[in-house]
Nanobody, 126 residues
Framework: QVQLVESGGGLVQAGGSLRLSCVAS????????MAWFRQAPGLEREFVSV????????YYADSVKGRFTISRDNAKNTGYLQMNRLKSEDTAVYYC???????????????????WGQGTQVTVSA
């Protein structure tokens, strides 16, 4: 079992920045790929970004490419999502998720991830 705990959400004005953190425990963090998803009220959970176990490969949704950066520090059992130039449409609950390895055909599907955090709210005011 892997336990994931997100933090760093909050209220920010459009154009601002936030950095989300995801702390893992229970298993060796470096054995898992990590992803971020988000869910706005009334909408399905949406893929944001994923990073490979070593951090050498990353992938982003088109909606955040160039504004968000995913990273990880395996020594600290922590993953990050740096969010810049935030827009009102980025408002959502953000979740981190983990799975043993990334399969490209499945990386954007929430159903393919085994472990989830409880989420952290990000609200961007216009």
């Amino acid at each position: 079992q892997v336990q994931l705990v997100e933090s760093g959400g909050g209220l920010v004005q459009a154009g601002g920045s936030l950095r989300l953190s995801c702390v893992a425990s229970g298993r060796t963090f470096g054995d898992y790929a990590m992803a971020w998803f988000r869910q706005a009220p009334g909408l399905e959970r949406e893929f944001v970004s994923v990073i490979s176990r070593t951090g050498g490969t990353t992938y982003y949704a088109d909606s955040v490419k160039g504004r968000f950066t995913i990273s990880r520090d395996n020594a600290k059992n922590t993953g990050y999502l740096q969010m810049n130039r935030l827009k009102s449409e980025d408002t959502a609950v953000y979740y981190c998720a983990a799975r043993p390895m990334v399969i490209p055909a499945e990386r954007k599907s929430s159903k393919s991830y085994d472990y989830w955090g409880q989420g952290t709210q990000v609200t961007v005011s216009a």
